[in-house]
T-cell receptor
């Protein structure tokens, strides 16, 4: 079992719809959770970080964390074609600082 | 404010050769980590440097080594290159503070032929 699991997709949504990306993790000691966006041929770019249970909103993005169920999700409202990218879920466990454990990513395709 | 910078951007090497990749962290950051991202995969942690010492290492062979300099910049060295070492190599930096944000550079694309 991989430590961080994501559906590889592609997840196809129409422009203006809500895209829902999900991620599960196996180690309960995981304490920090991140969503990175990666365009083809580019490096990962941090979209959201979340550390406690519940929702965290930033513009069109909402991250949701449920530690009891060991899942974290990312909602993208009013999806735009420019949101088409691979979304990587990453977790950090103590005592690591820069060691992130990534999933394989979900490819999102927003159809105009 | 320059972000994380890496060089070279692209390079091609032959099996058995050695390669050195370079990274300058974001201003104010003292911790550097290296990741390998193969095609279609998420980045895999190689190792982390802080105060010029390797602090943590992922599941990579000894062919992968690194160094951090007093100005916090870092190098990744890979010896005896294999075809499977072809990947995007990412440098990430942060400070050692709690809740630190990790920033990635643009990466170095290595092709081994």
């Amino acid at each position: 079992q991989k430590e961080v699991e994501q559906n590889s997709g592609p997840l196809s949504v129409p422009e203006g719809a809500i895209a829902s990306l999900n991620c599960t993790y196996s180690d309960r000691v995981s304490q920090s959770f991140f969503w990175y966006r990666q365009y083809s041929g580019k490096s990962p770019e941090l979209i959201m970080s979340i550390y406690s249970n519940g929702d965290k909103e930033d513009g069109r993005f909402t991250a949701q964390l449920n530690k009891a169920s060991q899942y974290v999700s990312l909602l993208i409202r009013d999806s735009q074609p420019s949101d088409s990218a691979t979304y990587l879920c990453a977790v950090r466990k103590p005592p690591a600082t820069n060691k992130l454990i990534f999933g394989t990513g979900t490819l999102l395709a927003v159809q105009p | 404010d320059a972000g994380v910078t890496q060089s070279p951007t692209h390079l091609i090497k032959t099996r058995g050769q050695q390669v050195t990749l370079r990274c300058s962290p974001k201003s104010g950051h003292d911790t550097v980590s290296w990741y390998q991202q193969a095609l279609g995969q998420g980045p895999q942690f190689i190792f982390q440097y802080y105060e010029e010492e390797e602090r943590q290492r992922g599941n990579f062979p000894d062919r992968f080594s690194g160094h951090q300099f007093p100005n916090y910049s870092s190098e990744l060295n890979v010896n005896a290159l294999l075809l499977g070492d072809s990947a995007l190599y990412l440098c990430a930096s942060s400070d050692q503070g709690a809740g630190n944000t990790i920033y990635f550079g643009e990466g170095s694309w290595l092709t081994v032929v």
